[in-house]
Every structure is written in C-alpha cells, then in structure tokens.
C-alpha cells in the first residue's frame, strides 16, 4: 500500500512560482514511477510532468520549461518546482504513484493518488 500527502499549495499572482511536495509511504517498489496532475474546475484532469526510477523524466508541453519534477529517495519525497505561473495553471495538484515499468503522461499506470492541495493563480 501507498500513501501520498501533497502539501505546498497557495495562492500566487501571474509571473510567481511555488513548489509542491509528494510525501509518500509505503514499499518503493510499488511507487517507482510518480507524478503530477491537475484538475481546474470544470476540466478534465490532466497530467502535468512524470519521473521514472528518480531520474527519466516528462513534461506536459505547456508547462515544459516552466515545471521541474524532482525526487529525493532520502526523504521520500516527489517535488514540482512551478515557475512563471500563469492563470491557466490553476487546480488541484495531485501526485501519483505506480509500479512501472509504464510511466508517463496518462492516469494508466498510477494506482495510488493522493487528496490535491490547490493552486490559484490570478492577479
């Protein structure tokens, strides 16, 4: 079994930045594959970026070269470092794990997911 907390959610005007965490239990094994995703009202979620092993990593093109994905197997902990938010970035952020080896951008191979922590963006 896995367990996933997100934290780091808030606020923030257009042009700012913010960082999420994953803090996950449970067997690594079953969680070698993590990511991101995000839901905005009315909307389809969606996935955001994905990590593989800790290192192969993916990114969703419209925030490509704005979200970095990270993992620190120490504290077992998956981050998303989010830059220049626009408002179209707003939503529950939330992380999910799975086995692998499928990892990617589409809810498939996660079996695990964690309750959101919400991101607003506007001015």
């Known amino acids: 079994q896995v367990q996933l907390v997100e934290s780091g959610g808030a606020s923030v005007h257009p042009g700012g930045s913010l960082r999420l965490s994953c803090a996950a239990s449970?067997?690594?094994?079953?969680?070698?594959?993590m990511a991101w995703f995000r839901q905005a009202p009315g909307k389809e979620r969606e996935a955001v970026a994905s990590?593989?092993?800790?290192?192969?990593?993916g990114y969703a093109g419209s925030v490509k070269g704005r979200f970095t994905i990270s993992q620190d197997n120490a504290k077992n902990t998956v981050y998303l470092q989010m830059n220049s938010l626009k408002p179209e970035d707003t939503g529950m952020y939330y992380c999910?794990?799975?086995?692998?080896?499928?990892?990617?951008?589409?809810?498939?191979?996660?079996?695990?997911w964690g309750q959101g922590t919400q991101v607003t963006v506007s001015s």
């Open positions: 999910a794990a799975g086995p692998g080896p499928l990892c990617g951008l589409w809810a498939g191979p996660y079996n695990y």
């Open positions: 449970g067997s690594t094994n079953i969680r070698k594959c």
């Open positions: 990590i593989y092993t800790g290192s192969n990593t």
